[in-house]
């Protein structure tokens, strides 16, 4: 059956009873999904795995989705609390390691025809802490507003740009844009500087 | 000379982290100056390397365990409620295997 109503009417229908709505609510938002829960974990199988649970909590949960929210937004703050639920209990178990993020896993189709620059981005990126590394891939890689990834990670917008900002600043430097650049560190310490985090 | 500001600083300025009155003050000291500038370029270039990574379709096994998981829901939801299983039009029988 073909669907062609918003994602909030599928979601609607799914909260009605139709058997059909979320698999084509989950067909059209997976490779987004996808993107965000590799980049987020950073492992395949951790990926995987917070994906399913995340659109299992998100299936059972339907009426708690709020209209003022896009179903999309909704979707993916699904996904990142559940990476992240699955890296606490990582951390928790004795004797197991973290999924490591050595690397930001190629694509499928990655091949040694992939430009060595994008190879170097993806490894400069996984190499950010998760929360720079998390507002950067919902703003500069997926192409999200700071508010709809402040509201996907549940933090202030201001705190989103000051990630961001954090986290391009150390890319830069670590993909070599900054060698002819002045060193860091220059502030004098009289200059006061106020930051709109947490507003 | 000092600089008034750091890589940092001005990746905070670019991506409008500061508040207005610092940011007020640090831009005409950084207009003037060409390192500036070139940290400036280093970050947008930053950017546009960020946003032409391709995005990562979601592998054939994935998805189809993801469907799988949601069609044992759909399945178990009919069981405990048989009589919301309607169709999207709300008139005919839902497909039990949920599609």
Redesign the interface.
Known sequence: ?A?FGSDADLLA?HV?????????L?RRH??????VA??TAGD?EE??DA??DA??SA??NARSFRAESRVSTWLHRIVVNACRDRARRRRCRPGTAPAGHTAE?A??DASTTEPD??AD??TA?AALPDEQRLA?VLV??Q?WS?AESAAVLDVAP?TV??R???G??R???L?G??R???A?????PA???????GR | MRRPWSVQLLAELQAGALDEDTAARLRPQVRDDPAAGEVLTALETTRAQLAELPALPVPADVRDRVASALGAEVRTAAAERPDRQVGADGTGPADPSGG
């Not at chain 1, 009605?16 to 084509?24: H, S, T």
């Not at chain 1, 860091?184 to 004098?188: K, M």
């Not at chain 1, 200059?191 to 985090?197: L, N, T």
């Open positions: 059956m669907f229908a009605g009873g139709d058997a059909q709505a979320f698999a084509e989950f997976r490779d987004r999904l996808w993107s590799l980049r395949r990926a995987a994906l399913q659109m299992i299936f059972r896993p694509a499928p620059t994008r981005v993806r990126l950067i500069d890689v192409g700071v201001g740009k000051s961001c900002a954090r391009r600043a890319l830069a430097e993909l844009h900054l002819n650049a002045a860091d560190g220059d502030v004098p200059m006061a500087v106020r930051r709109q985090e």
